[in-house]
């Protein structure tokens, strides 16, 4: 079953907001319905990211995050030594969602990756914990191909 946008012109303009946005940049959907997206809310920062983010809920997030020389999954041989900038798919799942719902929306992260493409990597959270998992660094690395684990708990 394919999953709908109430608000799709909102969430066209924050995609293209999001895409000239800056390190720390977050765009959030959620559910409106069992079947039905909506866009939510924009930020910058961790901390902001962290007061939207709701325990009873599913919800899809994009962040832009810049790497530099120091940060793993940092692109060698990029011109002029910058920073790479990656943009990274996250699927929240808090922790107060009940098992049933898991299962029903689990077929639903197929199509959030869609409509939030593109991205750079796909991750899973499952912890909001700014002083635990959910640091800048930490999405760094567990967002990388050779991470071994691409879940924020």
């Avoid at 800056?22 to 866009?39: F, I, R």
């Avoid at 098992?99 to 796909?122: F, M, N, R, V």
Wanted: aromatic share 8%; hydrophobic share 35%.
């Amino acid at each position: 079953m394919s999953i709908t946008v109430a608000n799709q012109q909102e969430l066209n303009e924050a995609l293209a907001t999001f895409k000239n946005s800056q390190n720390g940049h977050w765009l959030l959907v959620t559910y409106k319905t069992p079947t039905q997206l909506q866009y939510k809310a924009s930020g910058e920062g961790l901390e902001s990211l962290a007061a939207e983010l709701n325990d009873k809920e599913i919800a899809y997030y994009l962040i832009r995050l810049v790497y530099n020389s120091n940060d793993a999954g940092f692109k060698d041989a990029v011109i002029g030594e910058a920073a790479n900038t990656k943009d990274i798919y996250v699927n929240w799942i808090g922790s107060g969602v009940g098992i049933i719902e898991k299962g029903k929306k689990k077929t639903h992260s197929g199509d959030a990756q869609a409509l939030l493409s593109p991205h750079h990597s796909t991750l899973v959270q499952t912890s909001k914990d700014l002083n635990g998992n959910f640091t800048e660094a930490i999405i760094k690395d567990r967002s990388g191909p050779l991470s071994g684990s691409h879940i924020i708990d």
